[in-house]
Nanobody, 121 residues
Framework: QVQLVESGGGLAQAGGSLRLSCAVS????????MGWYRQAPGKQRELVAVITSTESTNYADSVKGRFTISRDNAKNTVYLEMNSLKPEDTAVYYC???????????????WGQGTQVTVSS
């Protein structure tokens, strides 16, 4: 089994900051890509940011220059530093990771349970 547990969501004012964390645990051989997605009410889930195993990053245009994704491979944890928050950043944020459970398998994507981020104007 593989579990992803997010933390760090909550309420922030516009212009403020929050930091999300996602720890991956369980039967892990290797973690490849790790990412953050979000889903606002009535909207589809969208990619926010992704970081590869070589720490190459990619961001949605809407968060470029405001959000920073990083990872700590020793802790199997991915972070999302969110600055200059806007009300439109309000959503449930989900952690995602591509995990190989052993050297013989190709791996699968796993999801966290989500954490609410609310930005007030």
């Amino acid at each position: 089994q593989v579990q992803l547990v997010e933390s760090g969501g909550g309420l922030a004012q516009a212009g403020g900051s929050l930091r999300l964390s996602c720890a991956v645990s369980g039967s892990i051989f290797r973690i490849n890509d790790m990412g953050w997605y979000r889903q606002a009410p009535g909207k589809q889930r969208e990619l926010v940011a992704v970081i590869t195993s070589t720490e190459s990053t990619n961001y949605a245009d809407s968060v470029k220059g405001r959000f920073t994704i990083s990872r700590d491979n020793a802790k199997n944890t991915v972070y999302l530093e969110m600055n200059s928050l806007k009300p439109e950043d309000t959503a449930v944020y989900y952690c995602n990771a591509y995990v190989r459970r052993d050297r013989w398998s190709s791996g699968s994507y796993y999801w966290g349970q989500g954490t609410q981020v609310t930005v007030s104007s």
